[in-house]
Structures are given as C-alpha cells and as structure tokens.
C-alpha cells in the first residue's frame, strides 16, 4: 500500500524473519560464532536466550545458512509439548532415518547407529530445542541423556536449548543440576541500544529499495527505541503502522507525532479486549486522516477545475479503499 508512495521495492518491517533483513549487532555476532564454535568443536550442550523478540529465530536461521548442509544433519524441534518419545520420533523423521522403530529402546537405537554412522563419515548431527523454557523438567533431563551419545574423545550430538530468559532460571533447578553441569557455552542476545536502533531502521529501509534512509526523523527513532526497548520485533510493529499512517497523511517523512500515534494505538491494543475493535479504531483513524486530505485536495480541485480526475481518482480511491477496511 504504501511501498510507492516512499520509493520502497517491499515492505520493510515485516513480522516474518527474513534472513535478507538480518542485523548483526556485537551481541548477535558473538552469539553466532559461540554456536558455530560449538557445533564444530562437538561441545554437547549449547544454550542461547533472549528476550521475546530480540532474534533468536533469525539467529537460528543466519546459523543454519552457516552449517553445511552437505555435512551437518539438523533435527529442529518447536512443540515444546512434545513427550520424549515423540521427540525421539521427530529427530529421526528430520535425519531421514527409515528404521522400525515403535518403541522407545527401538528409537534410541537407531537414532545411536545414525550418529555412528553419520560420525564415520565426518558429518555432524545437531538437534535444535525452540522455546525450551516451556519443556518440562522431566522432558529436559531426558533431553540430558541424549549426550550420553558419545565416543571416549568426541560428543556423537550437538545439543541445543534456545529459549526466553526463564530458560536460565529453570537450569539453576537442583533437580537440572547435572544438565546444567553438561552445558559447554551459554550466550545471550541484548537488546538494541538507542544507536543500533537507529541503523537496524534504516539497514532495513536501504534492503527494502529506499532512496531516503532519513525516512524516519531523529527525533521518531529516540521515541521509537523508547518505547520498543530495544527489542526488534516491536520496533517492526511501530515502523509499520507509522509507514500506514505516513501515507495517509502523504507526508513523506515519519516524525515524531506519527510515532506517538502508532505507540498510542499500540498500548490501546493491549489494553482493549477485542482485536477487531482495536484494528477498526486504527483504520478510523486513518481514515479520518485521509478523509480531511481528500476534502483538501476537493477544495483545490474546485479552484483548478482544469486538471479534471487526474488528482482526484487517486485519493478517492485511497478512501474507498480505507472505508472498506471498516466492513465487518
């Protein structure tokens, strides 16, 4: 919607982590060469936390691209739900081992001749845990016998735990304590300083094709990393409702009013009960914005009757559109 009006080739502040947009500040990279470091030098147990939103996933992925496919297996698990012998089960799906295997012994089995075999032949085997401070406790130190896999001077599986900051808490259980005396590296993903909030904007703008990278003034990035705290996943969510909102205005800068309206509508929706009525709040907005620029651009058409539709279709058809958001 708004891409031409700001000379964009996408949008730049999508939810989804695309490793195209990925933004390396020193956290991020020594988190990564921590975990590229561990799988190499076969450590076992790795772990890596971080706040909701700070790019764990992305991470993951910018690791995944480092792996060699050719020579690194990868298990990824993301139902934190799961019993062991269903993990058992998906660790053997995502290694491409075919084997009868119904039982639990069965699977241990032969997930132990796969490392094996996968160890002769000079490749590495690495099983993956999303949001591990959901597992349960009993999950986890089955988890931990898992690094029983191992040959008298090397670890057969790579293991790691990425997960919010509660990870760190359920380790220090004295019930985990030998988990936790199994873990070789541990690293944590900070949040974005006010500096780095300001380059990952327009990091993200320069790979979305735009020709101003000061799109957002100085002074809507100071109150955008005010209220994101750094966190890279609410700095997208404020930037692209300022970008909506720029556009319904048809200022081609974002300063700090829009922002203030974009943070306004934000905490309304947390506080609201019903995210329907906090979308159609935002789109009256919105609309009523446009709605004044279209009364404007009426006013100037009556006094420059000569230009016929050309101004007019577009605006008004900015407002249809925009009206037709309201419908139920």
């Known amino acids: 919607m708004f891409e031409g009006f700001y000379g964009l080739k996408e949008k730049p502040f999508n939810a989804t982590p695309?490793?195209?947009f990925l933004?390396?500040?020193p956290s991020h990279r020594e988190a990564l060469a921590h975990l590229v470091f561990g799988v190499q030098e076969d450590k076992g147990f790795l772990v890596l936390t971080g706040e909701v939103g700070t790019g764990k996933t992305t991470l993951l992925n910018a690791l995944l691209r480092k792996l060699d496919a050719g020579s690194t297996a990868v298990s990824f698990i993301y139902n934190s739900t799961l019993s062991f012998d269903e993990i058992l089960e998906y660790m053997l799906k995502d290694f491409g081992v075919k084997a009868e295997a119904n039982t639990r012994v069965q699977r241990l089995v032969a997930l132990n001749a796969f490392l094996i075999e996968q160890r002769r032949a000079g490749r590495k085997s690495v099983v993956i845990f999303d949001e591990a401070q959901n597992l349960e406790t009993s999950i986890l130190e089955q988890v931990r016998l898992l690094s029983n896999f191992e040959t008298p001077s090397e670890?057969?599986?790579?293991?790691?735990l990425i997960g919010q900051p509660e990870l760190k808490t359920k380790l220090q259980l004295p019930s985990l304590r030998q988990l936790k005396q199994r873990i070789a590296l541990r690293c944590t993903i900070h949040p974005l300083s006010g500096d780095e909030v300001r380059d990952y904007i327009r990091?993200?703008?320069r790979i979305a094709g735009a020709r101003d990278l000061r799109l957002f003034e100085d002074r809507a990035v100071e109150r955008i990393a005010e209220y994101a705290a750094g966190i890279p996943r609410v700095i997208n969510m404020v930037c692209d409702?300022?970008?909506v909102s720029g556009y319904a205005l048809r200022k081609r800068r974002i300063d700090r009013a829009i922002v203030d309206k974009a943070v306004e509508y934000l905490e309304e929706g947390e506080r609201a009960p019903s995210e329907s009525r906090d979308s159609r709040r935002l789109v009256r907005w919105v609309v009523g914005t446009m709605a004044a620029s279209t009364a404007a651009a009426a006013a100037?058409?009556?006094?420059?009757?000569?230009?016929?539709?050309s101004i007019a279709a577009p605006i008004f058809e900015m407002a249809r559109?925009?009206?037709a958001w309201l419908l139920p």
């Not at 670890?155 to 790691?160: A, D, N, P, V």
């Not at 100037?300 to 009757?305: E, F, G, Q, R």
Request: contains cysteine.
């Open 300 to 309: 100037v058409l009556t006094m420059h009757s000569a230009v016929g539709g």
């Open 241 to 243: 409702h300022c970008l």
């Open 155 to 160: 670890k057969l599986l790579q293991i790691m």
């Open 18 to 20: 695309d490793p195209k």
């Open 321 to 323: 559109a925009a009206r």
């Open 203 to 205: 990091n993200r703008l």
């Open 23 to 25: 933004f390396m500040t």
